[in-house]
């Protein structure tokens, strides 16, 4: 293997201490000296941050000084200082493709954390295999794409609408999509937010009306989301109008249907179900579109045919009902997309242990909001009674229900709650049972201070149980005063469940759509917990609000304000840089048999004066045509066979006697951030595995998986994203038919199929991910290393066997 | 006045013992009172279960002489609802175990009469041998 027009390569190897985060795991003196001795590498050197200015200054001088072409670092992983490297290779003028990273600090120092020794020789693997790499990229020039300035936001809660205002005033195209009828979202539910105890729809609703009349925010009401495709500077969004039943541009909310409407027991959602509403309706009182709607599901009209009720219709002094209102789909495109889908409350039915199913005293912290407002209106949905008991961390910090964070908000709505049940009435007794009192925002810890001074008794111990005592009507609560060890056991008049966020049920429709990572807690996952925290995995994706994790109104608006802050970033240049993974043909070994033409799953591939030829508009570089070429004429651009084939025999290279080694062909999108959630979250799996990035598990031809084994491997795992969460739909096919050729020729050789082994994964599944390596790892282990005289005749006749005769 | 306690390594010998013994991470109860708050055995405890585990996180040996490990019936019903999946019975067991490995002989068969042996129920028989042939 030698690098086209140049033998003398010159690479320079760099081992960063990650500030320890490597080099406490990691002999990096040890790793450093071995990459210096490596062929043609003429350098290698540590720093404690190569990712600084030092660091980067570093490489540029040295590239300078010592004429380096190919750069090699040994550090984290390459989504997230990937393109700080690029960016300094092309600041000393190389093509920012010369440089790889080996990602020793995801997959390797974190995940083998325990294991030093074992950990410091995987390292060298995986850096031998990055100067292979390296060494054989091609040093292509960096390609831009257009991009336009319209984004689509989803979910009009605060979030949302935060993020449309800032976008629509800077002059960005803003699609804002609501699923519900009115936007506002969980904050025009509040009775007053803490600490400050504003009423939340006065600060809302102003915010609201904003919306419509900004001239460059188009408002969808009542609208899913069907379906996103594409990428930044290029998503296609299809939604759907949910049919109102009412023309909304005559309806003027005079409010005369709801009044004549016979349906009127409909548990109003607004109200947690506490007050009902008729068939047609209003969201709220301040609703942002305040016109009204009929529930197909209530209406008598609607479910029972014409001639049983219209008499809205008879009604409606504007002619504004129209029972023939139809779903209407609509299409348009956008540059970049803000997820702002927001949270939904715990369901306390699922802690039994609270009663919230069996007795009416027990009731939800959000119930509560509503009981406030409608008694601050004079109209109070019911008595609650003297004495009031709050059960804090309902659905938060608790294992027996899988969730283990904290929901942050919940201590400070719980005094505020509190605060303002004493201030309505200084008689009540009000009783805030926590485990710990998180007070850690501005002005929090005076506000709980301000609590206590009210006469709001909070009590360490976390509630044990609630019921009923045969001869009382009121509910008991059994707790432990943690601080004195005395058993509490007492009755309440009302018990408020202090109920913790998870991630709404609709995001997962979303975040499936758009193919989006969660983090463990179940919340969207952001590119970077640190300086990327509302990007995702996704470029031109981002998240705003509670969709990312639980936080506070401020927090809240901080996130949408600083999501559209980098969607504008994006897309205020018109321009933006793409990676050139693309597929092209060798000419000379082309012969012209047409078989990849058929095999390109987006039609990218025609016959040009006998030879194939790739349109590079089309081509979305999955790389499953190579596996079609008897000739390897076929290559990907960024991931070339030489390169594969390099990183494969460089990662084989140390294996010691009687050590078996799996390798693992990480798809870019799932599987390889999936490993790299794995080692930041510390899950531990075997050391006898060497991560190889590919675009698509697809790349990955028969004959490389065939030469992998031929090299040493005792076993190849491919991992590919699930087909719904894929930007390559048709891969998980075309690997199936990749390995099942494999299979047959390791059955005939009296080699076990099992050593190779396909699963397609999405980026939650940490534990699959560990259970699955070390599965496949101790597969080989068991069977022992594959003698090399089997490994030999496993290439033999490869092109025979992989397309028929005509092709030896 | 307040009684001092120490907090050294030996304390940390002590917690890691019974930690061993017992299988779970006791540093991780988070002291909120949900297995006192549960247990059924509760009013004749001398000490709270939570109050026991705390006494272990600090390493308190004296823990070794409160009412409350042998009283624990296993019932599980702090397991179930411990918020960090902590088994306070499994705790309470490595106590009793560390009692029993004392090896102090309390009863001896020869002395009880066989009348009352007879009158004995079974189980009650097997739990003094569980308790005291450590």
Known sequence: ?808 | MSDKIKISRKNVEFLKKIEDLSGEVIMRCDQCGVCSGSCPMISEMDITPSELMRKVQLGQEDVLGSKAMWLCASCFACTVRCPRGLDVSKVAEALRQVNLRKAIDHIDLKDIPDDEIKRLPQIALVSEFRKFTG
């Not at chain 1, 209003?282 to 016109?291: H, L, M, Q, W």
């Not at chain 1, 009731?363 to 509560?368: N, Q, R, S």
């Open chain 1, 1 to 808: 293997m030698e690098d086209e027009g140049k033998d003398n390569i010159r690479i320079g190897v760099y081992v960063c201490h990650c500030g320890g985060n490597i080099s406490e795991v990691i002999d990096v003196d040890e790793l450093a000296e071995f990459g210096g001795k490596q062929p043609d590498v003429v350098l290698s050197k540590q720093n404690t941050h190569m990712c600084s200015d030092v660091g980067q200054q570093l490489v540029v001088d040295d590239i300078k000084e010592h004429n380096l072409d190919k750069v090699v670092i040994a550090a984290c992983s390459p989504q997230f200082q990937g393109a700080t490297f690029m960016r300094a290779v092309e600041k000393a003028g190389l093509s920012p493709y010369v440089v790889q990273l080996a990602n020793v600090r995801e997959q390797c120092a974190w995940p083998h954390y325990d294991f030093p020794e074992l950990a410091t020789e995987k390292a060298k693997g995986m850096l031998s295999a990055a100067i292979a790499k390296a060494r054989f990229s091609e040093p292509l020039e960096k390609q831009t794409m257009p991009i336009g300035k319209r984004v689509l936001v989803i979910g009009a809660g605060i979030a949302g609408i935060q993020a449309s205002l800032d976008l629509g005033d800077a002059g960005f195209e803003v699609y804002l999509v609501e699923k519900e009828p009115s936007i506002g979202g969980h904050m025009a539910q509040l009775s007053r937010t803490f600490p400050t105890e504003d009423c939340a729809a006065c600060i809302l609703s102003p915010k609201m009306a904003d919306v419509p009349a900004n001239p460059n925010i188009n408002l969808f009401t009542y609208t899913e989301v069907d379906d996103i495709e594409g990428y930044l500077g290029n998503f296609k969004v299809k939604v759907t109008k949910k049919p109102t039943y009412v023309i909304q541009d005559k309806c003027i909310a005079c409010g005369i249907c709801e009044e004549k409407c016979p349906i009127k027991n409909i548990p109003n959602k607004f109200d947690e179900g506490l007050t009902n509403r008729r068939a047609i309706y209003t969201a709220f009182d301040f609703a942002v579109p305040g016109k009204n709607l009929i529930d197909p599901d209530t209406c008598l009209r609607l479910t029972k045919g014409e001639g049983v009720c219209e008499v809205c219709e008879r009604f409606c002094p504007e002619d504004a009902i129209n029972f023939d209102d139809k779903p209407e789909e609509e299409e348009f495109e956008v540059d970049t997309i803000i997820v702002a889908t927001g949270f939904d409350i715990f369901d306390p039915s699922e802690k039994k242990v609270y009663g919230y199913d069996k007795y009416n005293e027990v009731i939800t912290a959000l119930e509560l909001e509503r009981m406030i407002v409608h008694s601050a209106e004079g109209n109070p949905i019911r008595d609650l009674g003297k004495k009031i008991g709050f059960i804090q961390c309902v659905g938060s910090r608790d294992e027996q229900i899988g969730r283990e964070y904290c929901s942050r908000i919940c201590c400070m709505y719980a005094t505020k709650l509190a605060s303002l049940l004493k201030h309505s009435n200084p008689e009540r007794d009000i009783y805030i049972f926590y485990t710990d009192l998180r007070a850690y925002g501005k002005g929090f810890e005076e506000y709980y201070k301000r609590a206590q001074n009210l006469g709001v008794r909070f009590i360490r111990g976390r509630v044990a149980e609630v019921f009923k005592n045969s001869d009382s009507d009121k509910v008991t609560l059994k707790v432990e005063d943690t601080l004195t060890r005395m058993i509490i056991e007492d009755e309440f008049d009302t018990v408020v469940l202090s109920v913790g966020l998870g991630l709404s049920k609709s995001t997962d429709k979303i975040a499936n759509m758009l193919r989006l990572a969660k983090s463990g807690d179940g919340f969207l996952k952001e590119a970077h917990p640190k300086f990327k925290p509302v990007d995702t995995n996704r470029e031109g994706v981002f998240l705003a609000g509670t969709v990312q994790g639980p936080k506070d109104i401020p927090d809240t608006v901080a996130q949408a304000s600083a999501a559209s802050s980098r969607a504008i970033r994006l897309m205020n240049q018109g321009e933006y840089p793409i990676a050139p993974i693309i597929a092209f043909v060798h000419n000379d070994l082309c012969d012209g048999c047409e078989l990849c033409v058929d095999e390109c799953p987006v039609d990218a591939i025609s016959m040009s004066s006998d030879k194939a030829k790739v349109n590079d508009a089309i081509c979305t570089g999955c790389g499953s045509c190579l596996a079609s070429c008897p000739r390897d004429a076929l290559d990907l651009h960024l991931y070339t066979n030489k390169q594969l084939l390099g990183e494969i025999t460089n990662a084989l290279k140390e294996k010691k006697e009687g050590e078996t080694k799996i390798l693992v062909f990480a798809d870019d999108t799932c599987t390889y951030r999936l490993a790299d959630s794995v080692g930041t979250a510390k899950l531990s799996y075997t050391t006898d595995s060497i991560i190889i990035r590919v675009p698509s598990g697809s790349r990955v031809t028969p004959k490389l998986m065939l030469a992998a084994l031929k090299l040493g491997a005792d076993g190849i795992f491919i991992g590919e994203c699930e087909e719904n969460a894929s930007p390559y739909p048709h891969s998980g096919g075309a690997i199936k038919e990749n390995v099942a050729k494999v299979h047959e020729i390791l059955r005939k050789e009296g080699v076990k199929p099992e050593r190779v082994k396909f699963v397609q994964f999405v980026t939650v599944m940490l534990g699959g991910f560990v259970n699955n390596i070390n599965g496949l790892a101790s597969i080989a282990m068991e069977a022992g290393a594959i003698p090399q005289e089997k490994r030999d005749r496993l290439v033999v006749n490869i092109n025979e066997r992989l397309f028929g005769e005509k092709y030896v």
